[in-house]
């Protein structure tokens, strides 16, 4: 048992439209798991289903082992991209309340609070009104009730939007905090970089279907071309060109580098290793530059999409 | 988990703290009193004024039928031309001048009574005197066919059948009007209550929506649930509220009768004053009587126990109708399409107990709409009354009840899959098709 979050084949249908097919995933105890699609592929859904929002048509979902019953909503703690807090109730209360709705006590939901307070230096805030408050310091409020219980399973649906950088990357270190201390994080976004940061396993959803998933690493090994980005310096430059691109597929490169003569991506076939390649480029020029492409998350999730059209 | 004492609390306490509800709960009933104050003060004013009313009879027929009373002085003008007396009413800036025409007999009198005045003059004066030369005239008649006046005294019978039913209940016609009084009532405060209260719970189960925190409750509690304590944390604000205005009224009421001398409750008018002499009203301390009779009569424990369950029953059930409509929409403006529907049947409920309770109290149709729980509320408090059979009262309580049940779980039904569509006005055929979701 070492996935904490197990989807087997869900599907939803509203009226005609299918919003999701047969969807599985199985999230592992301790990752961040990255949930990625474009808009409209079915990730809030299925993020809904996981809360027990909707229920699926077909297909169950289990959390540690047990299908979802109503009591796991103790377990796990929901950061919705649509959010936003009762306006009219002062920060204190409306923290106490939604702690207690999540099966807190008053007196342990006080003591976790005080806590957070202190540590994100909030303390001033507790009698002001939401109203009274900006996006981004009504979104930190947020995040700290998200997490207050002490979810198994923590769910981000665009965690970071409507932060600043700086408030951004402290949300950012509290999440990997939070995966260090034992929780579960199942992270959607559209931002790249921040999957390619957080994020251990991911998966594809696109056009209700799951299209990807797996390791980020075990993806980008599968994803990579045996492509090098090389660069060169040789005094004999229109030789080693002809060369090399007689034995090799060659592209062009548009990385940066101080002063080489020669920029290329060179794509090796499965039969021949980096050394090989290596060892021919020494033999023929001076070497500058040698890094093997890896495809970043934005690369593979743009061509993933594509492909599925 | 039950989050329901969590959530009334906090619909409690929001609706409470609210800065606006304070204001309106208090200041309501200062204006309503203050109101209530002008109105009195002004028609004392009016009060205070005598009208004197001249009265010129050339048949002679009318001696003594017009006898001062605490607001209407009259004068006799006898001996005067009616040129003469039209120009001293005016003098004497009087009310009016009534005249009656000398006559050859006293069939003819009935053409030749006027009435001169400056304005117009009401319409309760006018039938007040009417009334008085009828009466009189009438004797006249009977005295020239040979009835004396004392015969015509004795003559006068009022009967009032005693009605009794098999079981040995004695009742009398007041009876009737007690019962429609109470029934009326009952169904008035209930029409007040929801009008007042129904829109408050609609815009309380908006409240997430627009504040888009609906995902993060619905995540932490079933949407019954929610419902439910909305519905009744609304509504134990709304008692709150409907308690203070009570007291503070009374109390208000109070100072200000004290202080000012205004005897609220007895203010008559001189046209009440008008009617009830011409009508020579039974004797007031019969009326009591009766009507204490009356009360008494009704099965008052029944009664009370019964309002108690069939208000808060309907107004719950009103209530969660607001409510699924509040779960339909996304914002109040949306709202206007959906409230006609629901206070139709209420409208429809008091029509029933008015026209068909009172005449058939357990008639078929009275009955029916007895048992219909969006009419029961109104129909059976009048029905009561008149005395129902226990089971039929319970039956129709349990109906009440579960049609409340049902129209939260519709609401909340509603309100589950609201949340996948944001920003899209429901038709009524959607509303339909989510509930198969």
């Keep these: 048992m070492n996935d904490l979050l197990v989807a087997n084949s869900v599907s939803k249908s509203f009226g005609s439209f299918k919003a999701l097919n047969e969807v599985s995933i199985a999230v592992p105890k301790g990752s961040i798991f990255g949930l990625l699609g474009p808009n409209g592929a079915g990730k809030t859904t299925l993020i809904r289903i996981i809360n027990q929002i909707t229920m699926p048509d077909t297909g169950s979902v289990l959390l540690d082992g047990q299908p979802l019953k109503g009591d796991h909503v103790r377990d796990i703690g929901y950061l919705p991209e649509e959010r936003g807090l009762y306006k009219s109730m002062k920060v204190g209360e409306q923290c106490l309340y939604l702690a207690q709705l999540k099966g807190l006590t008053k007196t342990e939901a006080k003591d976790r609070l005080k806590y957070w307070f202190d540590k994100l230096e909030i303390g001033d805030w507790w009698n002001k009104k939401i109203q009274e408050l900006s996006k981004g310091q009504a979104q930190k409020i947020q995040f700290i009730v998200t997490v207050l219980h002490q979810p198994k399973l923590l769910i981000f649906d665009e965690p970071f939007s409507g932060f600043d950088p700086i408030n951004a990357n402290l949300i950012k270190d509290e999440i990997l905090q939070l995966r260090d201390e034992g929780a579960t994080v199942i992270f959607s976004t559209h931002r790249m970089e921040s999957v390619e940061e957080l994020c251990d396993h991911i998966a594809l959803i696109h056009k209700s279907n799951k299209v990807l998933d797996g390791k980020l690493n075990d993806i980008k090994r599968q994803y990579k071309t045996n492509t090098f980005e090389v660069g060169l310096e040789s005094l004999n430059k229109e030789k080693v060109l002809l060369e090399i691109q007689d034995k090799f597929e060659v592209l062009p490169a548009t990385f940066k580098n101080l002063n080489d003569d020669i920029k290329l991506n060179i794509k090796i076939n499965e039969q021949t290793s980096p050394n090989d390649l290596l060892s021919f480029l020494t033999s023929k020029s001076e070497v500058h530059h040698f890094v093997e492409v890896i495809p970043s998350a934005s690369d593979i999730f743009i061509q993933t999409v594509n492909n599925n059209q | ?437």
């Design chain 2, 1 to 437: 988990m039950n989050h329901l004492p969590l959530i009334i609390k906090r619909e409690y306490f929001t609706k409470v703290k609210n800065k606006s509800f304070i204001v309106m709960t208090f200041l309501s009933p200062l204006i309503m009193i203050a109101l209530i104050a002008v109105v009195a003060y002004l028609s004392q004013l009016n009060n205070e004024k005598e009208r004197t009313i001249s009265v010129l009879d050339e048949t002679g027929y009318l001696k003594d039928v017009f006898i001062d009373s605490e607001h209407t002085n009259y004068t006799n003008l006898n001996g005067l031309s009616l040129e003469d007396a039209i120009v001293l009413v005016k003098e004497k800036e009087d009310y009016g001048l009534l005249y009656i025409s000398k006559t050859n007999s006293l069939d003819d009198v009935t053409g030749h009574v006027n009435f001169y005045s400056e304005d117009s003059p009401s319409l309760s004066v006018i039938s007040g005197l009417e009334r008085q030369i009828e009466k009189r005239l009438k004797e006249k008649k009977l005295e020239l066919d040979g009835v004396s006046l004392a015969q015509i005294e004795a003559s006068q019978i009022n009967i009032d059948i005693a009605q009794e039913s098999f079981d040995g209940e004695k009742s009398s016609k007041i009876d009737n009007v007690v019962k429609l009084a109470f029934g009326g009532a009952a169904g008035y405060l209930l029409f007040m209550f929801i009008i007042i209260y129904g829109n408050m719970i609609m815009r309380s189960v908006i409240e997430e929506k627009t504040s888009r925190i609906i995902e993060v409750i619905i995540s932490s509690v079933k949407p019954i649930q929610l419902m439910m304590g909305k519905i009744i944390g609304t509504s134990l604000a709304g008692i709150t509220q409907f308690v203070i205005w009570v007291i503070l009224g009374a109390v208000l009421m109070f100072v200000v009768s004290a202080i000012f001398g205004i005897d609220l409750a007895q203010v008559q008018s001189p046209q009440q004053e008008m009617v009830n002499q011409a009508m020579q009203a039974s004797d007031p301390q019969v009326m009591a009587e009766n009507l204490i009779n009356a009360i008494s009569n009704l099965p008052l424990a029944n009664l009370v126990i019964a309002f108690l369950f069939f208000f808060i029953g309907g107004y719950l059930l009103y209530s969660s109708l607001y409510a699924a409509i509040g779960a339909a929409v996304d914002n109040e403006t949306d709202t206007q399409q959906f409230m006609l529907p629901i206070l139709m049947p209420l409208m429809l409920a008091v029509y029933v107990g008015v026209f068909t309770v009172i005449e058939d109290p357990h008639g078929t149709v009275s009955t029916v709409f007895s048992f219909i729980p969006l009419t029961s509320p109104v129909v059976m408090l009048m029905r009561i009354p008149f005395g129902v059979p226990l089971w039929q009262q319970a039956l129709s309580l349990v109906l009440l009840l579960a049609s409340f049940v049902f129209a939260v779980w519709f609401a909340a039904k509603i309100y589950r899959v609201g949340i996948l569509m944001y920003g899209k006005k429901p038709t009524y055929k959607e509303l339909f098709k989510w509930l198969k979701y």
